[in-house]
């Protein structure tokens, strides 16, 4: 079964640090493209940073760069988004996802894959407050 189980949501102040994990089984993580999500209140998911299985080429949105860092730990099948100088804005659910590199057209950039419909598998997503 094909799972990922995000963890390391909180509550934390302006300006403060977060790191997220995202635990995967039934993945063998070099042969998946990975993406961390946010979606906020009525509003739709979308893409926060992606890492390609391909080159480790990464992509950020425009509002994180600077501030987010995806990366994953193979050994323990593990991705995270460390964040940091977090901003209210920020408040989000986070979910992450991964897509089978095989279903990647090798020539699509990062950039334009990492949104919400390239990607079929799911975690449960977990609530991130940056508020004073």
């Known amino acids: 079964q094909l799972q990922l189980v995000e963890s390391g949501g909180g509550l934390v102040q302006p300006g403060e640090s977060l790191t997220l994990s995202c635990a995967a089984s039934?993945?063998?993580?070099?042969?998946?493209?990975l993406g961390w999500f946010r979606q906020y209140p009525a509003k739709e998911r979308e893409g926060v940073s992606c890492?390609?299985?391909?080159?480790?080429?990464?992509y950020y949105t425009d509002s994180v760069k600077g501030r987010f860092t995806i990366s994953r730990d193979i050994a323990k099948n593990t991705v995270y988004l460390h964040m940091s100088s977090l901003r209210p804005e920020d408040s989000a659910v986070y979910f992450c996802a991964a897509v089978g590199s095989w279903t990647i057209t090798s020539s699509q950039p990062i950039s334009d894959m990492c949104a919400p419909p390239e990607f079929d598998i799911w975690g449960q997503g977990t609530q991130v407050t940056v508020s004073s």
């Open positions: 890492l390609s299985s391909a080159d480790g080429s990464t």
């Open positions: 039934g993945l063998n993580l070099p042969f998946y493209y």
